[in-house]
């Protein structure tokens, strides 16, 4: 009986097996004697599927309702890609739309657009990754290491406010900050003696100025969710260090980033898995359809948003959707593979 | 002899030490306190210049300095405040009904896929997470949305499309994960079922997580516009940020026209376009900001909860 509990509660999927045999060996351990499982408990293993189900019921349909949703709102979008390989027009609708083939791709293919799309893409995306998590950490080693608690206290609530607006908020503080006319920057420069810039009409300042805003919004977020791993290093860590001679940033290279590597890998992890995903928040409010920006600033994301706003060519935007997430598919695949054959405590899954 | 040179070597590299700790704590003040004031000051000068007259910030450009204080902004937001009420209607009301559904299906959801005895846990589990690794993208759901499901000018068109998130549900299944499952197990015994078991038991159990969870869905219901921006086009099922967002582009637009020296008509000249979007601003983003200084810490106990690993 006893054996056959443990195999039962022992035997796990491969899923967070450590921690759930531990606690079972743990209590099997501690109850020596004869262990006696009330059969409603036990009995689950030895029933036929049909009944393993109707003992189940009410679990099944506890998760019924999110099933249902995620068939509904993902899976059948899934299907719905078809539309990438068809002339898509609203009258005959996804299936009455005559077959293209490779048509739509072939166009997108062609037109140097995919490859500047994408590379833009890119290239914010890992300036936001990269950036954001030397900052992120930064800050909350910096966070960590004040002393004095309401200032601690007080800047961390400023840091983190940012976060709790949407982008068009931010839009409007761009625009009282940096607005040509009546902007604040613009009024110091002109103070100073100094040309005034007009951001609406120059592509250049913004790759520099989008990053900043990316920061400026995640550091608050991105930093305490770091201080909340600083916090699980244990102090004794620091101590031994300290003991042993070793100076303050020996203990911060030593101790501290190496303590902080799993979250900085989980992060870095789910930001790649959405590496050419862009941030159409960000994108779509600060530059929105204004075509003196967009030779430096568009990305995938506006471009499908814009396919799909005209409604000029469904199956064009469903083609460049479909391009976008293969390819962030293969991304996060080949990265969480390389990641687990290197160290599989660092994989996502 | 030796001892006390090496007491000597001792505190003399622990004097090394206090130095670069002093130096980062210096540094570690410095920029800390910059990043708070660059994180905090836009809020206020939203704030003050909502709360000056058109002229005076035309003379002056945006600026932390009142030189005439005016609520004339305000006056004229509320003069005719149906769009605005519509607006705060629809996102309190989204807010509401989606911040609740979304937990009750997060958690519940999370529940069931940590139940050790629950076996077909990892099945669900990859078919929840694979949606967050590949997706058939905008347009496809945007059709099923509108053609198949008639979100165009619908309320649920504001509420259905945030209502559940596989990251929120991963959260709420690890946070689960660690109540006992002895406490499922003798609740069975007792001949509870587990409905029962859930909403008795586990979920008065997991008030830090209700609060986390809840607070993300409520933020991210509060703080949307994407859904309005392409689903609705009657004012009366707007949402706020949306509305916000027409306000600050066709005024915009306006800005522009005036930028390109082109004549405009009297009426848009006397608008006091810039206080005038400052004061919309605040009264989108006013509750959010009052409520901040009480929620942001259980917003930060929650993160931690969201960061322990899943």
Known sequence: MMTAFLRFTGKTDGYNAGKERSTYTARAAKESGPVSVHPAVVNNRRLSGRNRFYNNRYLYLMILPAVLYTLLFSYVPMGGLVIAFKKYNYVQGIFGSPWVGLKNFKFLFNSHKLWFLTRNTLLYNLAFIVLGIVIQVSFAIMINEIRAKWFKRVFQSFIFLPYFISWVVVAAMVQAIFGYEYGMLNRVLEWLGLERINLYISADPWPVMLVMLHLWKGTGYGSIVYMASIAGISPELYEAASIDGAGFWKRIRHITLPGLRPTMMIMFLLALGAVFRGDFGLFYQMVGNNALLLPKTDILDLYVYRALASTSDMGMASAAGFYQSILCFITIMTVNGIIRKANPDYALF | ?310
């Open chain 2, 1 to 310: 002899m030796t001892t006390t040179t090496l007491k000597d070597l001792k505190s003399a590299k622990r004097k090394i030490t206090e130095k670069d700790r002093i130096a980062f704590n210096v540094i570690a003040y410095i920029l800390v306190a910059v990043m708070g004031l660059l994180c905090m000051l836009p809020f206020l000068l939203v704030f003050i210049t909502s709360l000056t007259t058109e002229s005076a910030l035309m003379h002056h450009g945006y600026s932390f300095f009142i030189s005439e204080f005016s609520t004339q902004a305000y006056d004229l937001a509320f003069r005719n405040p149906q769009k605005i009420l519509w607006a705060y209607r629809n996102t309190t009301c989204a807010t509401l009904i989606g911040t609740t559904l979304s937990v009750m299906l997060s958690t519940m959801t999370g529940y069931v896929l940590q139940r050790p005895d629950f076996r077909p846990r990892n099945k669900f589990s990859l078919f929840f997470f694979f949606t967050t690794l590949f997706n058939g993208g905008l347009v496809p759901w945007y059709i099923l949305c509108t053609r198949y499901l008639g979100f165009k000018n619908n309320f649920i068109a504001l509420v259905l499309p945030l209502m559940f998130s596989v990251w929120n549900m991963i959260i709420a299944k690890n946070y689960l994960k660690g109540i006992p499952y002895e406490i499922t197990e003798s609740a069975k015994i007792d001949g509870a079922n587990d409905l029962l078991i859930f909403f008795r038991l586990i979920l008065p159990l997991s008030l830090p997580l209700i609060a986390t969870l809840g607070l993300f869905a409520a933020l991210a219901y509060w703080n949307d516009w994407y859904n309005s921006m392409l689903f609705i086009t009657k004012d009366e099922y707007k949402s706020l940020q949306y509305f916000l967002q027409e306000m600050l582009n066709s005024m915009q637009a306006l800005k522009n026209l005036v930028n390109s020296g082109m004549d405009v008509s009297q009426l848009s000249r006397n608008l006091p376009q810039e206080t005038l979007k400052m004061a919309m601003t605040m009264i989108t983003t006013g509750p959010i900001i009052l409520l901040y200084p009480f929620v942001q810490r259980f917003f930060i106990k929650g993160l931690v909860i969201g960061a322990v690993k899943g």
